[in-house]
């Protein structure tokens, strides 16, 4: 567990680090040129499935994009960052990038529903080694929460109930964790399981592992 | 002349200290919403005038919430902040306000087009005053020039000439203005005149005073 913790705390580091270089933007303008966006696909395309799952694509485009960019920054970086090649080693690249490029700073909890994962969970080492050898054999869901999100200043939902109850905001993130993931070859489903917005306590993000890409599978994206 | 300069040296100062203290987002995906924005308003609306005239509104909008924000910031602070009420000292408001909010260093020129004008522009410090005292009587155009432009990053205007040819990408920009304008109590019309995703070599935002608003016209917004 201690080394879990270690590790995350040097992702946090990192992520910090690599959000103080980045170019910015003003906050309130972000929030507010977003909630546009909502307003003009709601606007525009009225069935909130429809509007979730548009957000989805965009996320997912720029999910792509973001990963490129981090990992030719961790490339590029003076103290060498490991950025592993296995599943259970993805909740700390994509807590760093979602830190780097949201600011958001995200913790990770597996989802345990396996021996392997729960002997993974409580320190065994090798069982650890043996379940995430496999890239996804034992543990293959996580969730990400977090409370701080840039998407949502200021924002107030339509007050059409229906709508409201079946928008997900913040499906760009969601989008945005699964096209990170996607080119580093794990086809995964990423769903909003609790949002502020909707009156939880926390904002969580759901990963479950689909399956692994081949490798090269992600190349199309950059060479475009 | 002197005093100009000296004035629009400590806008910049003040621009940036403003600029650093705002909560931040990551610049590229800021871009890359405006981009998603833009682009759900030419699948929705078709028309470029319909779309600039949509990107113009929902930049007004931001421009009013912006101000009030600017000025609320402007008299929580420490070393007083001269914002004056006469058309002849928006600029350098505009000009803080545009590095608070985008980032960007604009600078200002006067459209000379009569005595009072030129005048104030050779440093004659009482035809200025003079100019100014009608709050618009002798010079009631000027233009904002910069080359930065967080809206652009990462752009590709559609390969469709005609609507590449009429749609003002940064009419958001112009409708912020007009919307900063508004609140100060001057209406006036902000077009963009040049734009380097077009072809220019700068981005130019032109303004020109339409008349002086009611005392307290505002005020409905501030109420909102």
Not at 4 to 12: P, V
Not at 72 to 78: F, N
Not at 111 to 116: G, I, M, S
Not at 194 to 200: F, N, P, T
Request: glycine residues 8%.
């Amino acid at each position: 567990m201690s080394s879990g913790s270690a590790s995350a705390a040097k992702s946090t580091a990192i992520g910090n680090v690599l959000w103080q270089k980045q170019p910015k933007a003003n906050a309130e303008l972000f929030a507010l040129t977003y909630g546009a966006l909502v307003g003009e696909l709601l606007r525009d395309l009225e069935r909130s499935d429809a509007i979730s799952s548009e957000l989805d694509r965009m996320g997912h485009s720029m999910g792509i994009r973001s990963i490129e960019e981090f990992l030719a920054k961790i490339a590029l970086s003076d103290t060498p960052i490991h950025v592993g090649n296995a599943f259970t080693e993805t909740p700390e690249t994509i807590r760093m990038a979602l830190r780097m490029f949201f600011g958001i700073n995200a913790d990770c909890r597996w989802k345990e529903n396996n021996a392997n994962a729960s002997a993974a969970a409580a320190g065994d080492g090798a069982a650890a080694a043996e379940a995430s050898s496999g890239g996804g054999g034992g543990r293959s869901t996580y969730s990400l929460f977090f409370t701080e999100n840039p998407l949502t200043l200021f924002v107030e939902l339509p007050e059409d109930v229906s709508v409201e109850e079946t928008l997900e905001y913040n499906q760009l993130l969601a989008g945005w964790c699964r096209g990170v993931l996607e080119m580093l070859q794990f086809d995964c489903t990423c769903k909003i399981q609790q949002s502020i917005l909707q009156g939880d306590t926390i904002n969580e993000i759901s990963i479950t592992l689909n399956q692994i890409l081949q490798e090269g599978a992600g190349e199309d994206y950059q060479e475009e």
